[in-house]
């Protein structure tokens, strides 16, 4: 099994920056490809930011290209969400996820789940 951790969540205003971290238990950690998903009340969980186990391939979410960085440190087991100019309309929880070998970016296709961070950004 595979236990993640995330952290770094909080309360933030319009255009501040936030870097959450999330950590994964074990010594396999460079089996997984990674992700973030975020999800607010009444709407499905949705994909922030993927990365591949290698950490030179990621793929991003329409709503956050260009804003957010995903990163992966496979020494720490960590991987990492920059997140920059942040909008209102990123409130929501943060999930981090973790997929045996090959990289997901559908919900459905995670293997284990953090329990989330929530993200709150007032205007």
């Known amino acids: 099994q595979v236990q993640l951790v995330e952290s770094g969540g909080g309360l933030k205003q319009a255009g501040d920056s936030l870097r959450l971290s999330c950590t994964a238990s074990?010594?396999?950690?460079?089996?997984?490809?990674m992700g973030w998903f975020r999800q607010v009340p009444g709407k499905e969980r949705e994909l922030v930011a993927a990365i591949n186990r290698e950490g030179d391939y990621t793929r991003y979410g329409t709503a956050v290209k260009g804003r957010f960085t995903i990163s992966r440190d496979n020494a720490k087991n960590t991987v990492y969400l920059q997140m920059n100019s942040l909008k209102p309309e990123d409130t929501a929880v943060y999930y981090c996820?973790?997929?045996?070998?090959?990289?997901?970016?559908?919900?459905?296709?995670?293997?284990?789940w953090g329990q989330g961070t929530q993200v709150t950004v007032s205007s």
């Open positions: 996820g973790a997929n045996f070998w090959v990289l997901a970016t559908a919900a459905w296709d995670i293997d284990y």
């Open positions: 074990g010594p396999t950690f460079s089996s997984y490809a």
